[in-house]
């Protein structure tokens, strides 16, 4: 059995206000973003205004790597 992932696009998800949000309200803005980012419903700010980047590739075993950050981030 073959399978064919299609990608058409990574969108890097920005949270707004994080520094100033208790963690729960942060994983309740997460998910609407997410729904939205699959929806194709997402605002321009919502995508390009983060301030710094979190990755975590230890969940998949990884003990180092290269993140590639989008243009201006």
């Known amino acids: 059995m073959l399978g ?3 990608l058409t696009a990574v969108v890097h998800l920005c949270v707004q206000d994080a520094d100033s ?5 942060i994983s309740r803005n997460w998910a609407d973003l997410v729904k939205r980012a699959r929806a194709k419903k997402l ?3 919502e ?3 983060g301030t710094f ?3 975590n590739m230890g969940m998949y075993g990884a003990d ?4 590639i950050l989008p243009p201006g981030k």
Do not use: G, R
């Open 4 to 6: 064919v992932i299609k």
């Open 21 to 25: 949000t208790d963690i729960y309200q």
């Open 43 to 45: 605002a321009p700010d």
């Open 47 to 49: 995508f390009n205004s």
């Open 53 to 55: 980047t979190i990755s």
């Open 64 to 67: 180092t790597f290269d993140a």
